[in-house]
């Protein structure tokens, strides 16, 4: 399959780059937005302190119920089976959202055909509009995604921005590039969303951030605040974020040019399998005179539809033997991306 990766903002017509429109929004599963440590609150306190009043003592287990499912609207299915164990009326308040991860399986299945049933939208939107409706945020991004991708953009809005204000990460990322997309973008409430998300740990977030804000260039605060954001979902993880951050040491965009760093967050994105980073790649190992390696990384860069790539790799086959370009398409063929999100 091919695998194309043009992320870097065409500001300028002399750029060799290429805009990327928008990605596709994804499903919540990826992104948990909390992560929930199993803590005895009811517990009493060490010896060592003064007993609590009464008042105190009874401060979690005593928390209104609409706040406690607030609390668990984004846990996934482990987190909430730990906060459920906190104390009874926890494990009361929370019923709903264990209703919900039901229903939200449920869903998934028949979204994706696993599980022993088949691929029905139709069942899939049904379970994650039950799910939403006892407050889970996970399903209520489901379900905007599947309205999103209906073009009901305005049903999809209003799931998006529920779960967003539930503080669900994935929700306010897919609610800022949804804003880009509607007609006409609404750049002040994508913006809004996109920095909670970043704020909340979402590389995602963080790219589409660091993207908008390079695109829209201009003052060079801009394009040191898109680098931060480059720089922080690349070491989140984030392979496209990886290859425009290794453009920006190498272009001196926002920061100060360093060749060294450059090549470095390129080869992370070429081990991760980004092809254009595993075509940049391979011409600097060509140019290093590591024939084999930059043999290797331009076939790959070949097979994910790189067609400049292609023709470098010919001239490379043609200096080598048969038993070097044996072995680099061998390598080739065992290779396998490093994990990334």
């Given at each position: 399959m091919?695998?194309?990766?043009?992320?870097?903002?065409?500001?300028?017509?002399?750029?060799?780059?290429?805009?990327?429109?928008?990605?596709?929004?994804?499903?919540?599963?990826?992104?948990?937005?909390?992560?929930?440590?199993?803590?005895?609150?009811?517990?009493?306190p060490?010896?060592?302190?003064?007993?609590?009043?009464?008042?105190?003592?009874?401060?979690?287990?005593?928390?209104?119920?609409?706040?406690?499912?607030?609390?668990?609207?984004?846990?996934?299915?482990?987190?909430?089976?730990?906060?459920?164990?906190v104390?009874?009326?926890?494990?009361?308040?929370?019923?709903?959202?264990?209703?919900?991860?039901?229903?939200?399986?449920?869903?998934?299945r028949?979204?994706?055909?696993?599980?022993?049933?088949?691929?029905?939208?139709?069942?899939?939107?049904?379970?994650f509009?039950k799910a939403?409706?006892?407050?889970?945020?996970?399903?209520?991004v489901?379900?905007?995604?599947?309205?999103?991708?209906?073009?009901?953009?305005?049903?999809?809005?209003?799931?998006?921005?529920?779960?967003?204000?539930?503080?669900?990460?994935?929700?306010q990322?897919?609610?800022?590039?949804?804003?880009?997309?509607?007609?006409?973008?609404?750049?002040?409430?994508?913006?809004?969303?996109?920095?909670?998300?970043?704020?909340?740990?979402?590389?995602?977030?963080?790219?589409?951030?660091?993207?908008?804000?390079?695109?829209?260039?201009?003052?060079?605060?801009?394009?040191?605040?898109?680098?931060?954001?480059?720089?922080?979902?690349?070491?989140?993880?984030?392979?496209?974020?990886?290859?425009?951050?290794?453009?920006?040491?190498?272009?001196?965009e926002?920061?100060?040019?360093?060749?060294?760093?450059?090549?470095?967050?390129?080869?992370?994105?070429?081990?991760?399998?980004?092809?254009?980073?595993?075509?940049?790649?391979?011409?600097?190992?060509?140019?290093?005179?590591?024939?084999?390696?930059?043999?290797?990384?331009?076939?790959?860069?070949?097979?994910a539809?790189?067609?400049?790539a292609?023709?470098?790799?010919?001239?490379?086959?043609?200096?080598?033997?048969?038993?070097?370009?044996?072995?680099?398409?061998?390598?080739?063929?065992?290779?396998?991306?490093?994990p990334?999100?």
């Amino acid at each position: 399959m091919k695998n194309h990766h043009q992320t870097w903002p065409c500001i300028s017509s002399s750029s060799p780059f290429t805009s990327l429109p928008l990605p596709k929004l994804t499903a919540s599963e990826s992104s948990p937005a909390y992560s929930f440590r199993s803590v005895r609150l009811c517990s009493r306190p060490p010896p060592s302190k003064p007993p609590p009043s009464p008042s105190l003592e009874t401060n979690f287990s005593s928390l209104p119920y609409d706040v406690l499912t607030k609390i668990g609207a984004s846990f996934d299915q482990p987190n909430l089976q730990s906060a459920s164990l906190v104390c009874r009326s926890w494990c009361e308040a929370l019923r709903p959202l264990r209703e919900a991860m039901v229903m939200l399986m449920w869903g998934k299945r028949f979204k994706h055909g696993k599980g022993g049933v088949c691929r029905n939208m139709e069942k899939a939107l049904d379970m994650f509009t039950k799910a939403a409706a006892r407050g889970s945020a996970l399903a209520m991004v489901d379900a905007g995604l599947i309205y999103w991708e209906t073009g009901q953009k305005v049903k999809a809005l209003d799931f998006y921005l529920m779960a967003a204000h539930l503080g669900n990460p994935s929700a306010q990322c897919n609610l800022g590039i949804s804003y880009l997309q509607v007609e006409p973008p609404n750049t002040e409430q994508a913006l809004k969303w996109l920095y909670k998300a970043s704020k909340g740990g979402n590389v995602r977030a963080q790219y589409q951030l660091a993207l908008f804000l390079h695109r829209d260039g201009g003052s060079r605060s801009n394009i040191r605040e898109a680098v931060k954001w480059y720089m922080k979902a690349a070491e989140g993880g984030y392979v496209r974020a990886m290859y425009n951050t290794s453009l920006c040491y190498s272009l001196g965009e926002g920061m100060a040019r360093n060749h060294q760093i450059a090549r470095k967050w390129m080869k992370r994105a070429a081990d991760r399998g980004h092809s254009k980073a595993q075509f940049e790649h391979g011409l600097a190992l060509y140019s290093d005179g590591d024939m084999i390696k930059a043999l290797v990384y331009l076939e790959l860069a070949s097979r994910a539809g790189e067609k400049g790539a292609a023709r470098v790799k010919n001239v490379i086959v043609h200096r080598l033997s048969a038993a070097s370009q044996n072995h680099a398409m061998h390598l080739a063929n065992s290779w396998r991306a490093l994990p990334s999100n």
